[in-house]
């Protein structure tokens, strides 16, 4: 059984973790660490989803990853020797919290977008050309360096509506700039699959 460097993502971790598996060749881990990284990926892909089509506030949905979170890093190793197994079990809280962190962040941007859009008026926007009834409200991101559409003030009745922002639109910790850190830690720290 040989695993693809990226079958549990293209993050440092998740790289490891696949090189880990492959050099202890236990298929019961591997199932094991494939079905734990997938509920994580599959339940913060919902949890966003339900941002998207507002069946949840962002604040409902961090708390709920801050709650998946903790579940994660408080289970205690059942490796308690420093043999692969333990550094293995490291391995994939560290892939599963990479998710959460996701959309931790996504949450995060989401609730400023809300407050920005609760405190604007009509004349904060800016006119749409299609729609000269409608004022379009951004809010600035620091963090990704972008301007994210929030939503629209009608100028009628002042009517607000809400854009959903998405995790691809705010996401700046990506995996390359993940790669980019591990390797020049790895090579400094003299790494053997930085010497291939």
Known sequence: MSLDEKTFGDTPAAMYLARALNELNSLNM???????????RQQVAELEEAYVISALSPKTIANCLRLMRLEITSQENPYTDHGKERLIEQLI???????IKKGLRLCSVARKAERKLEISSYEDGIESAEDLDMSLIKLYDRQSGKYLNVGFINKIDGTKYSSAIF??????????????????????LGKPHMAV
Do not use: P
């Open 93 to 99: 809280r560290n892939v599963q919290i990479g998710y």
């Open 167 to 188: 995790s691809d639109d705010v996401e700046t910790v990506t995996s390359e700039v993940l790669m980019s850190r591990s390797n020049r830690r790895c090579a400094r």
């Open 30 to 40: 591997s199932r094991s660490a494939g079905k734990r990284i997938t509920a994580t």
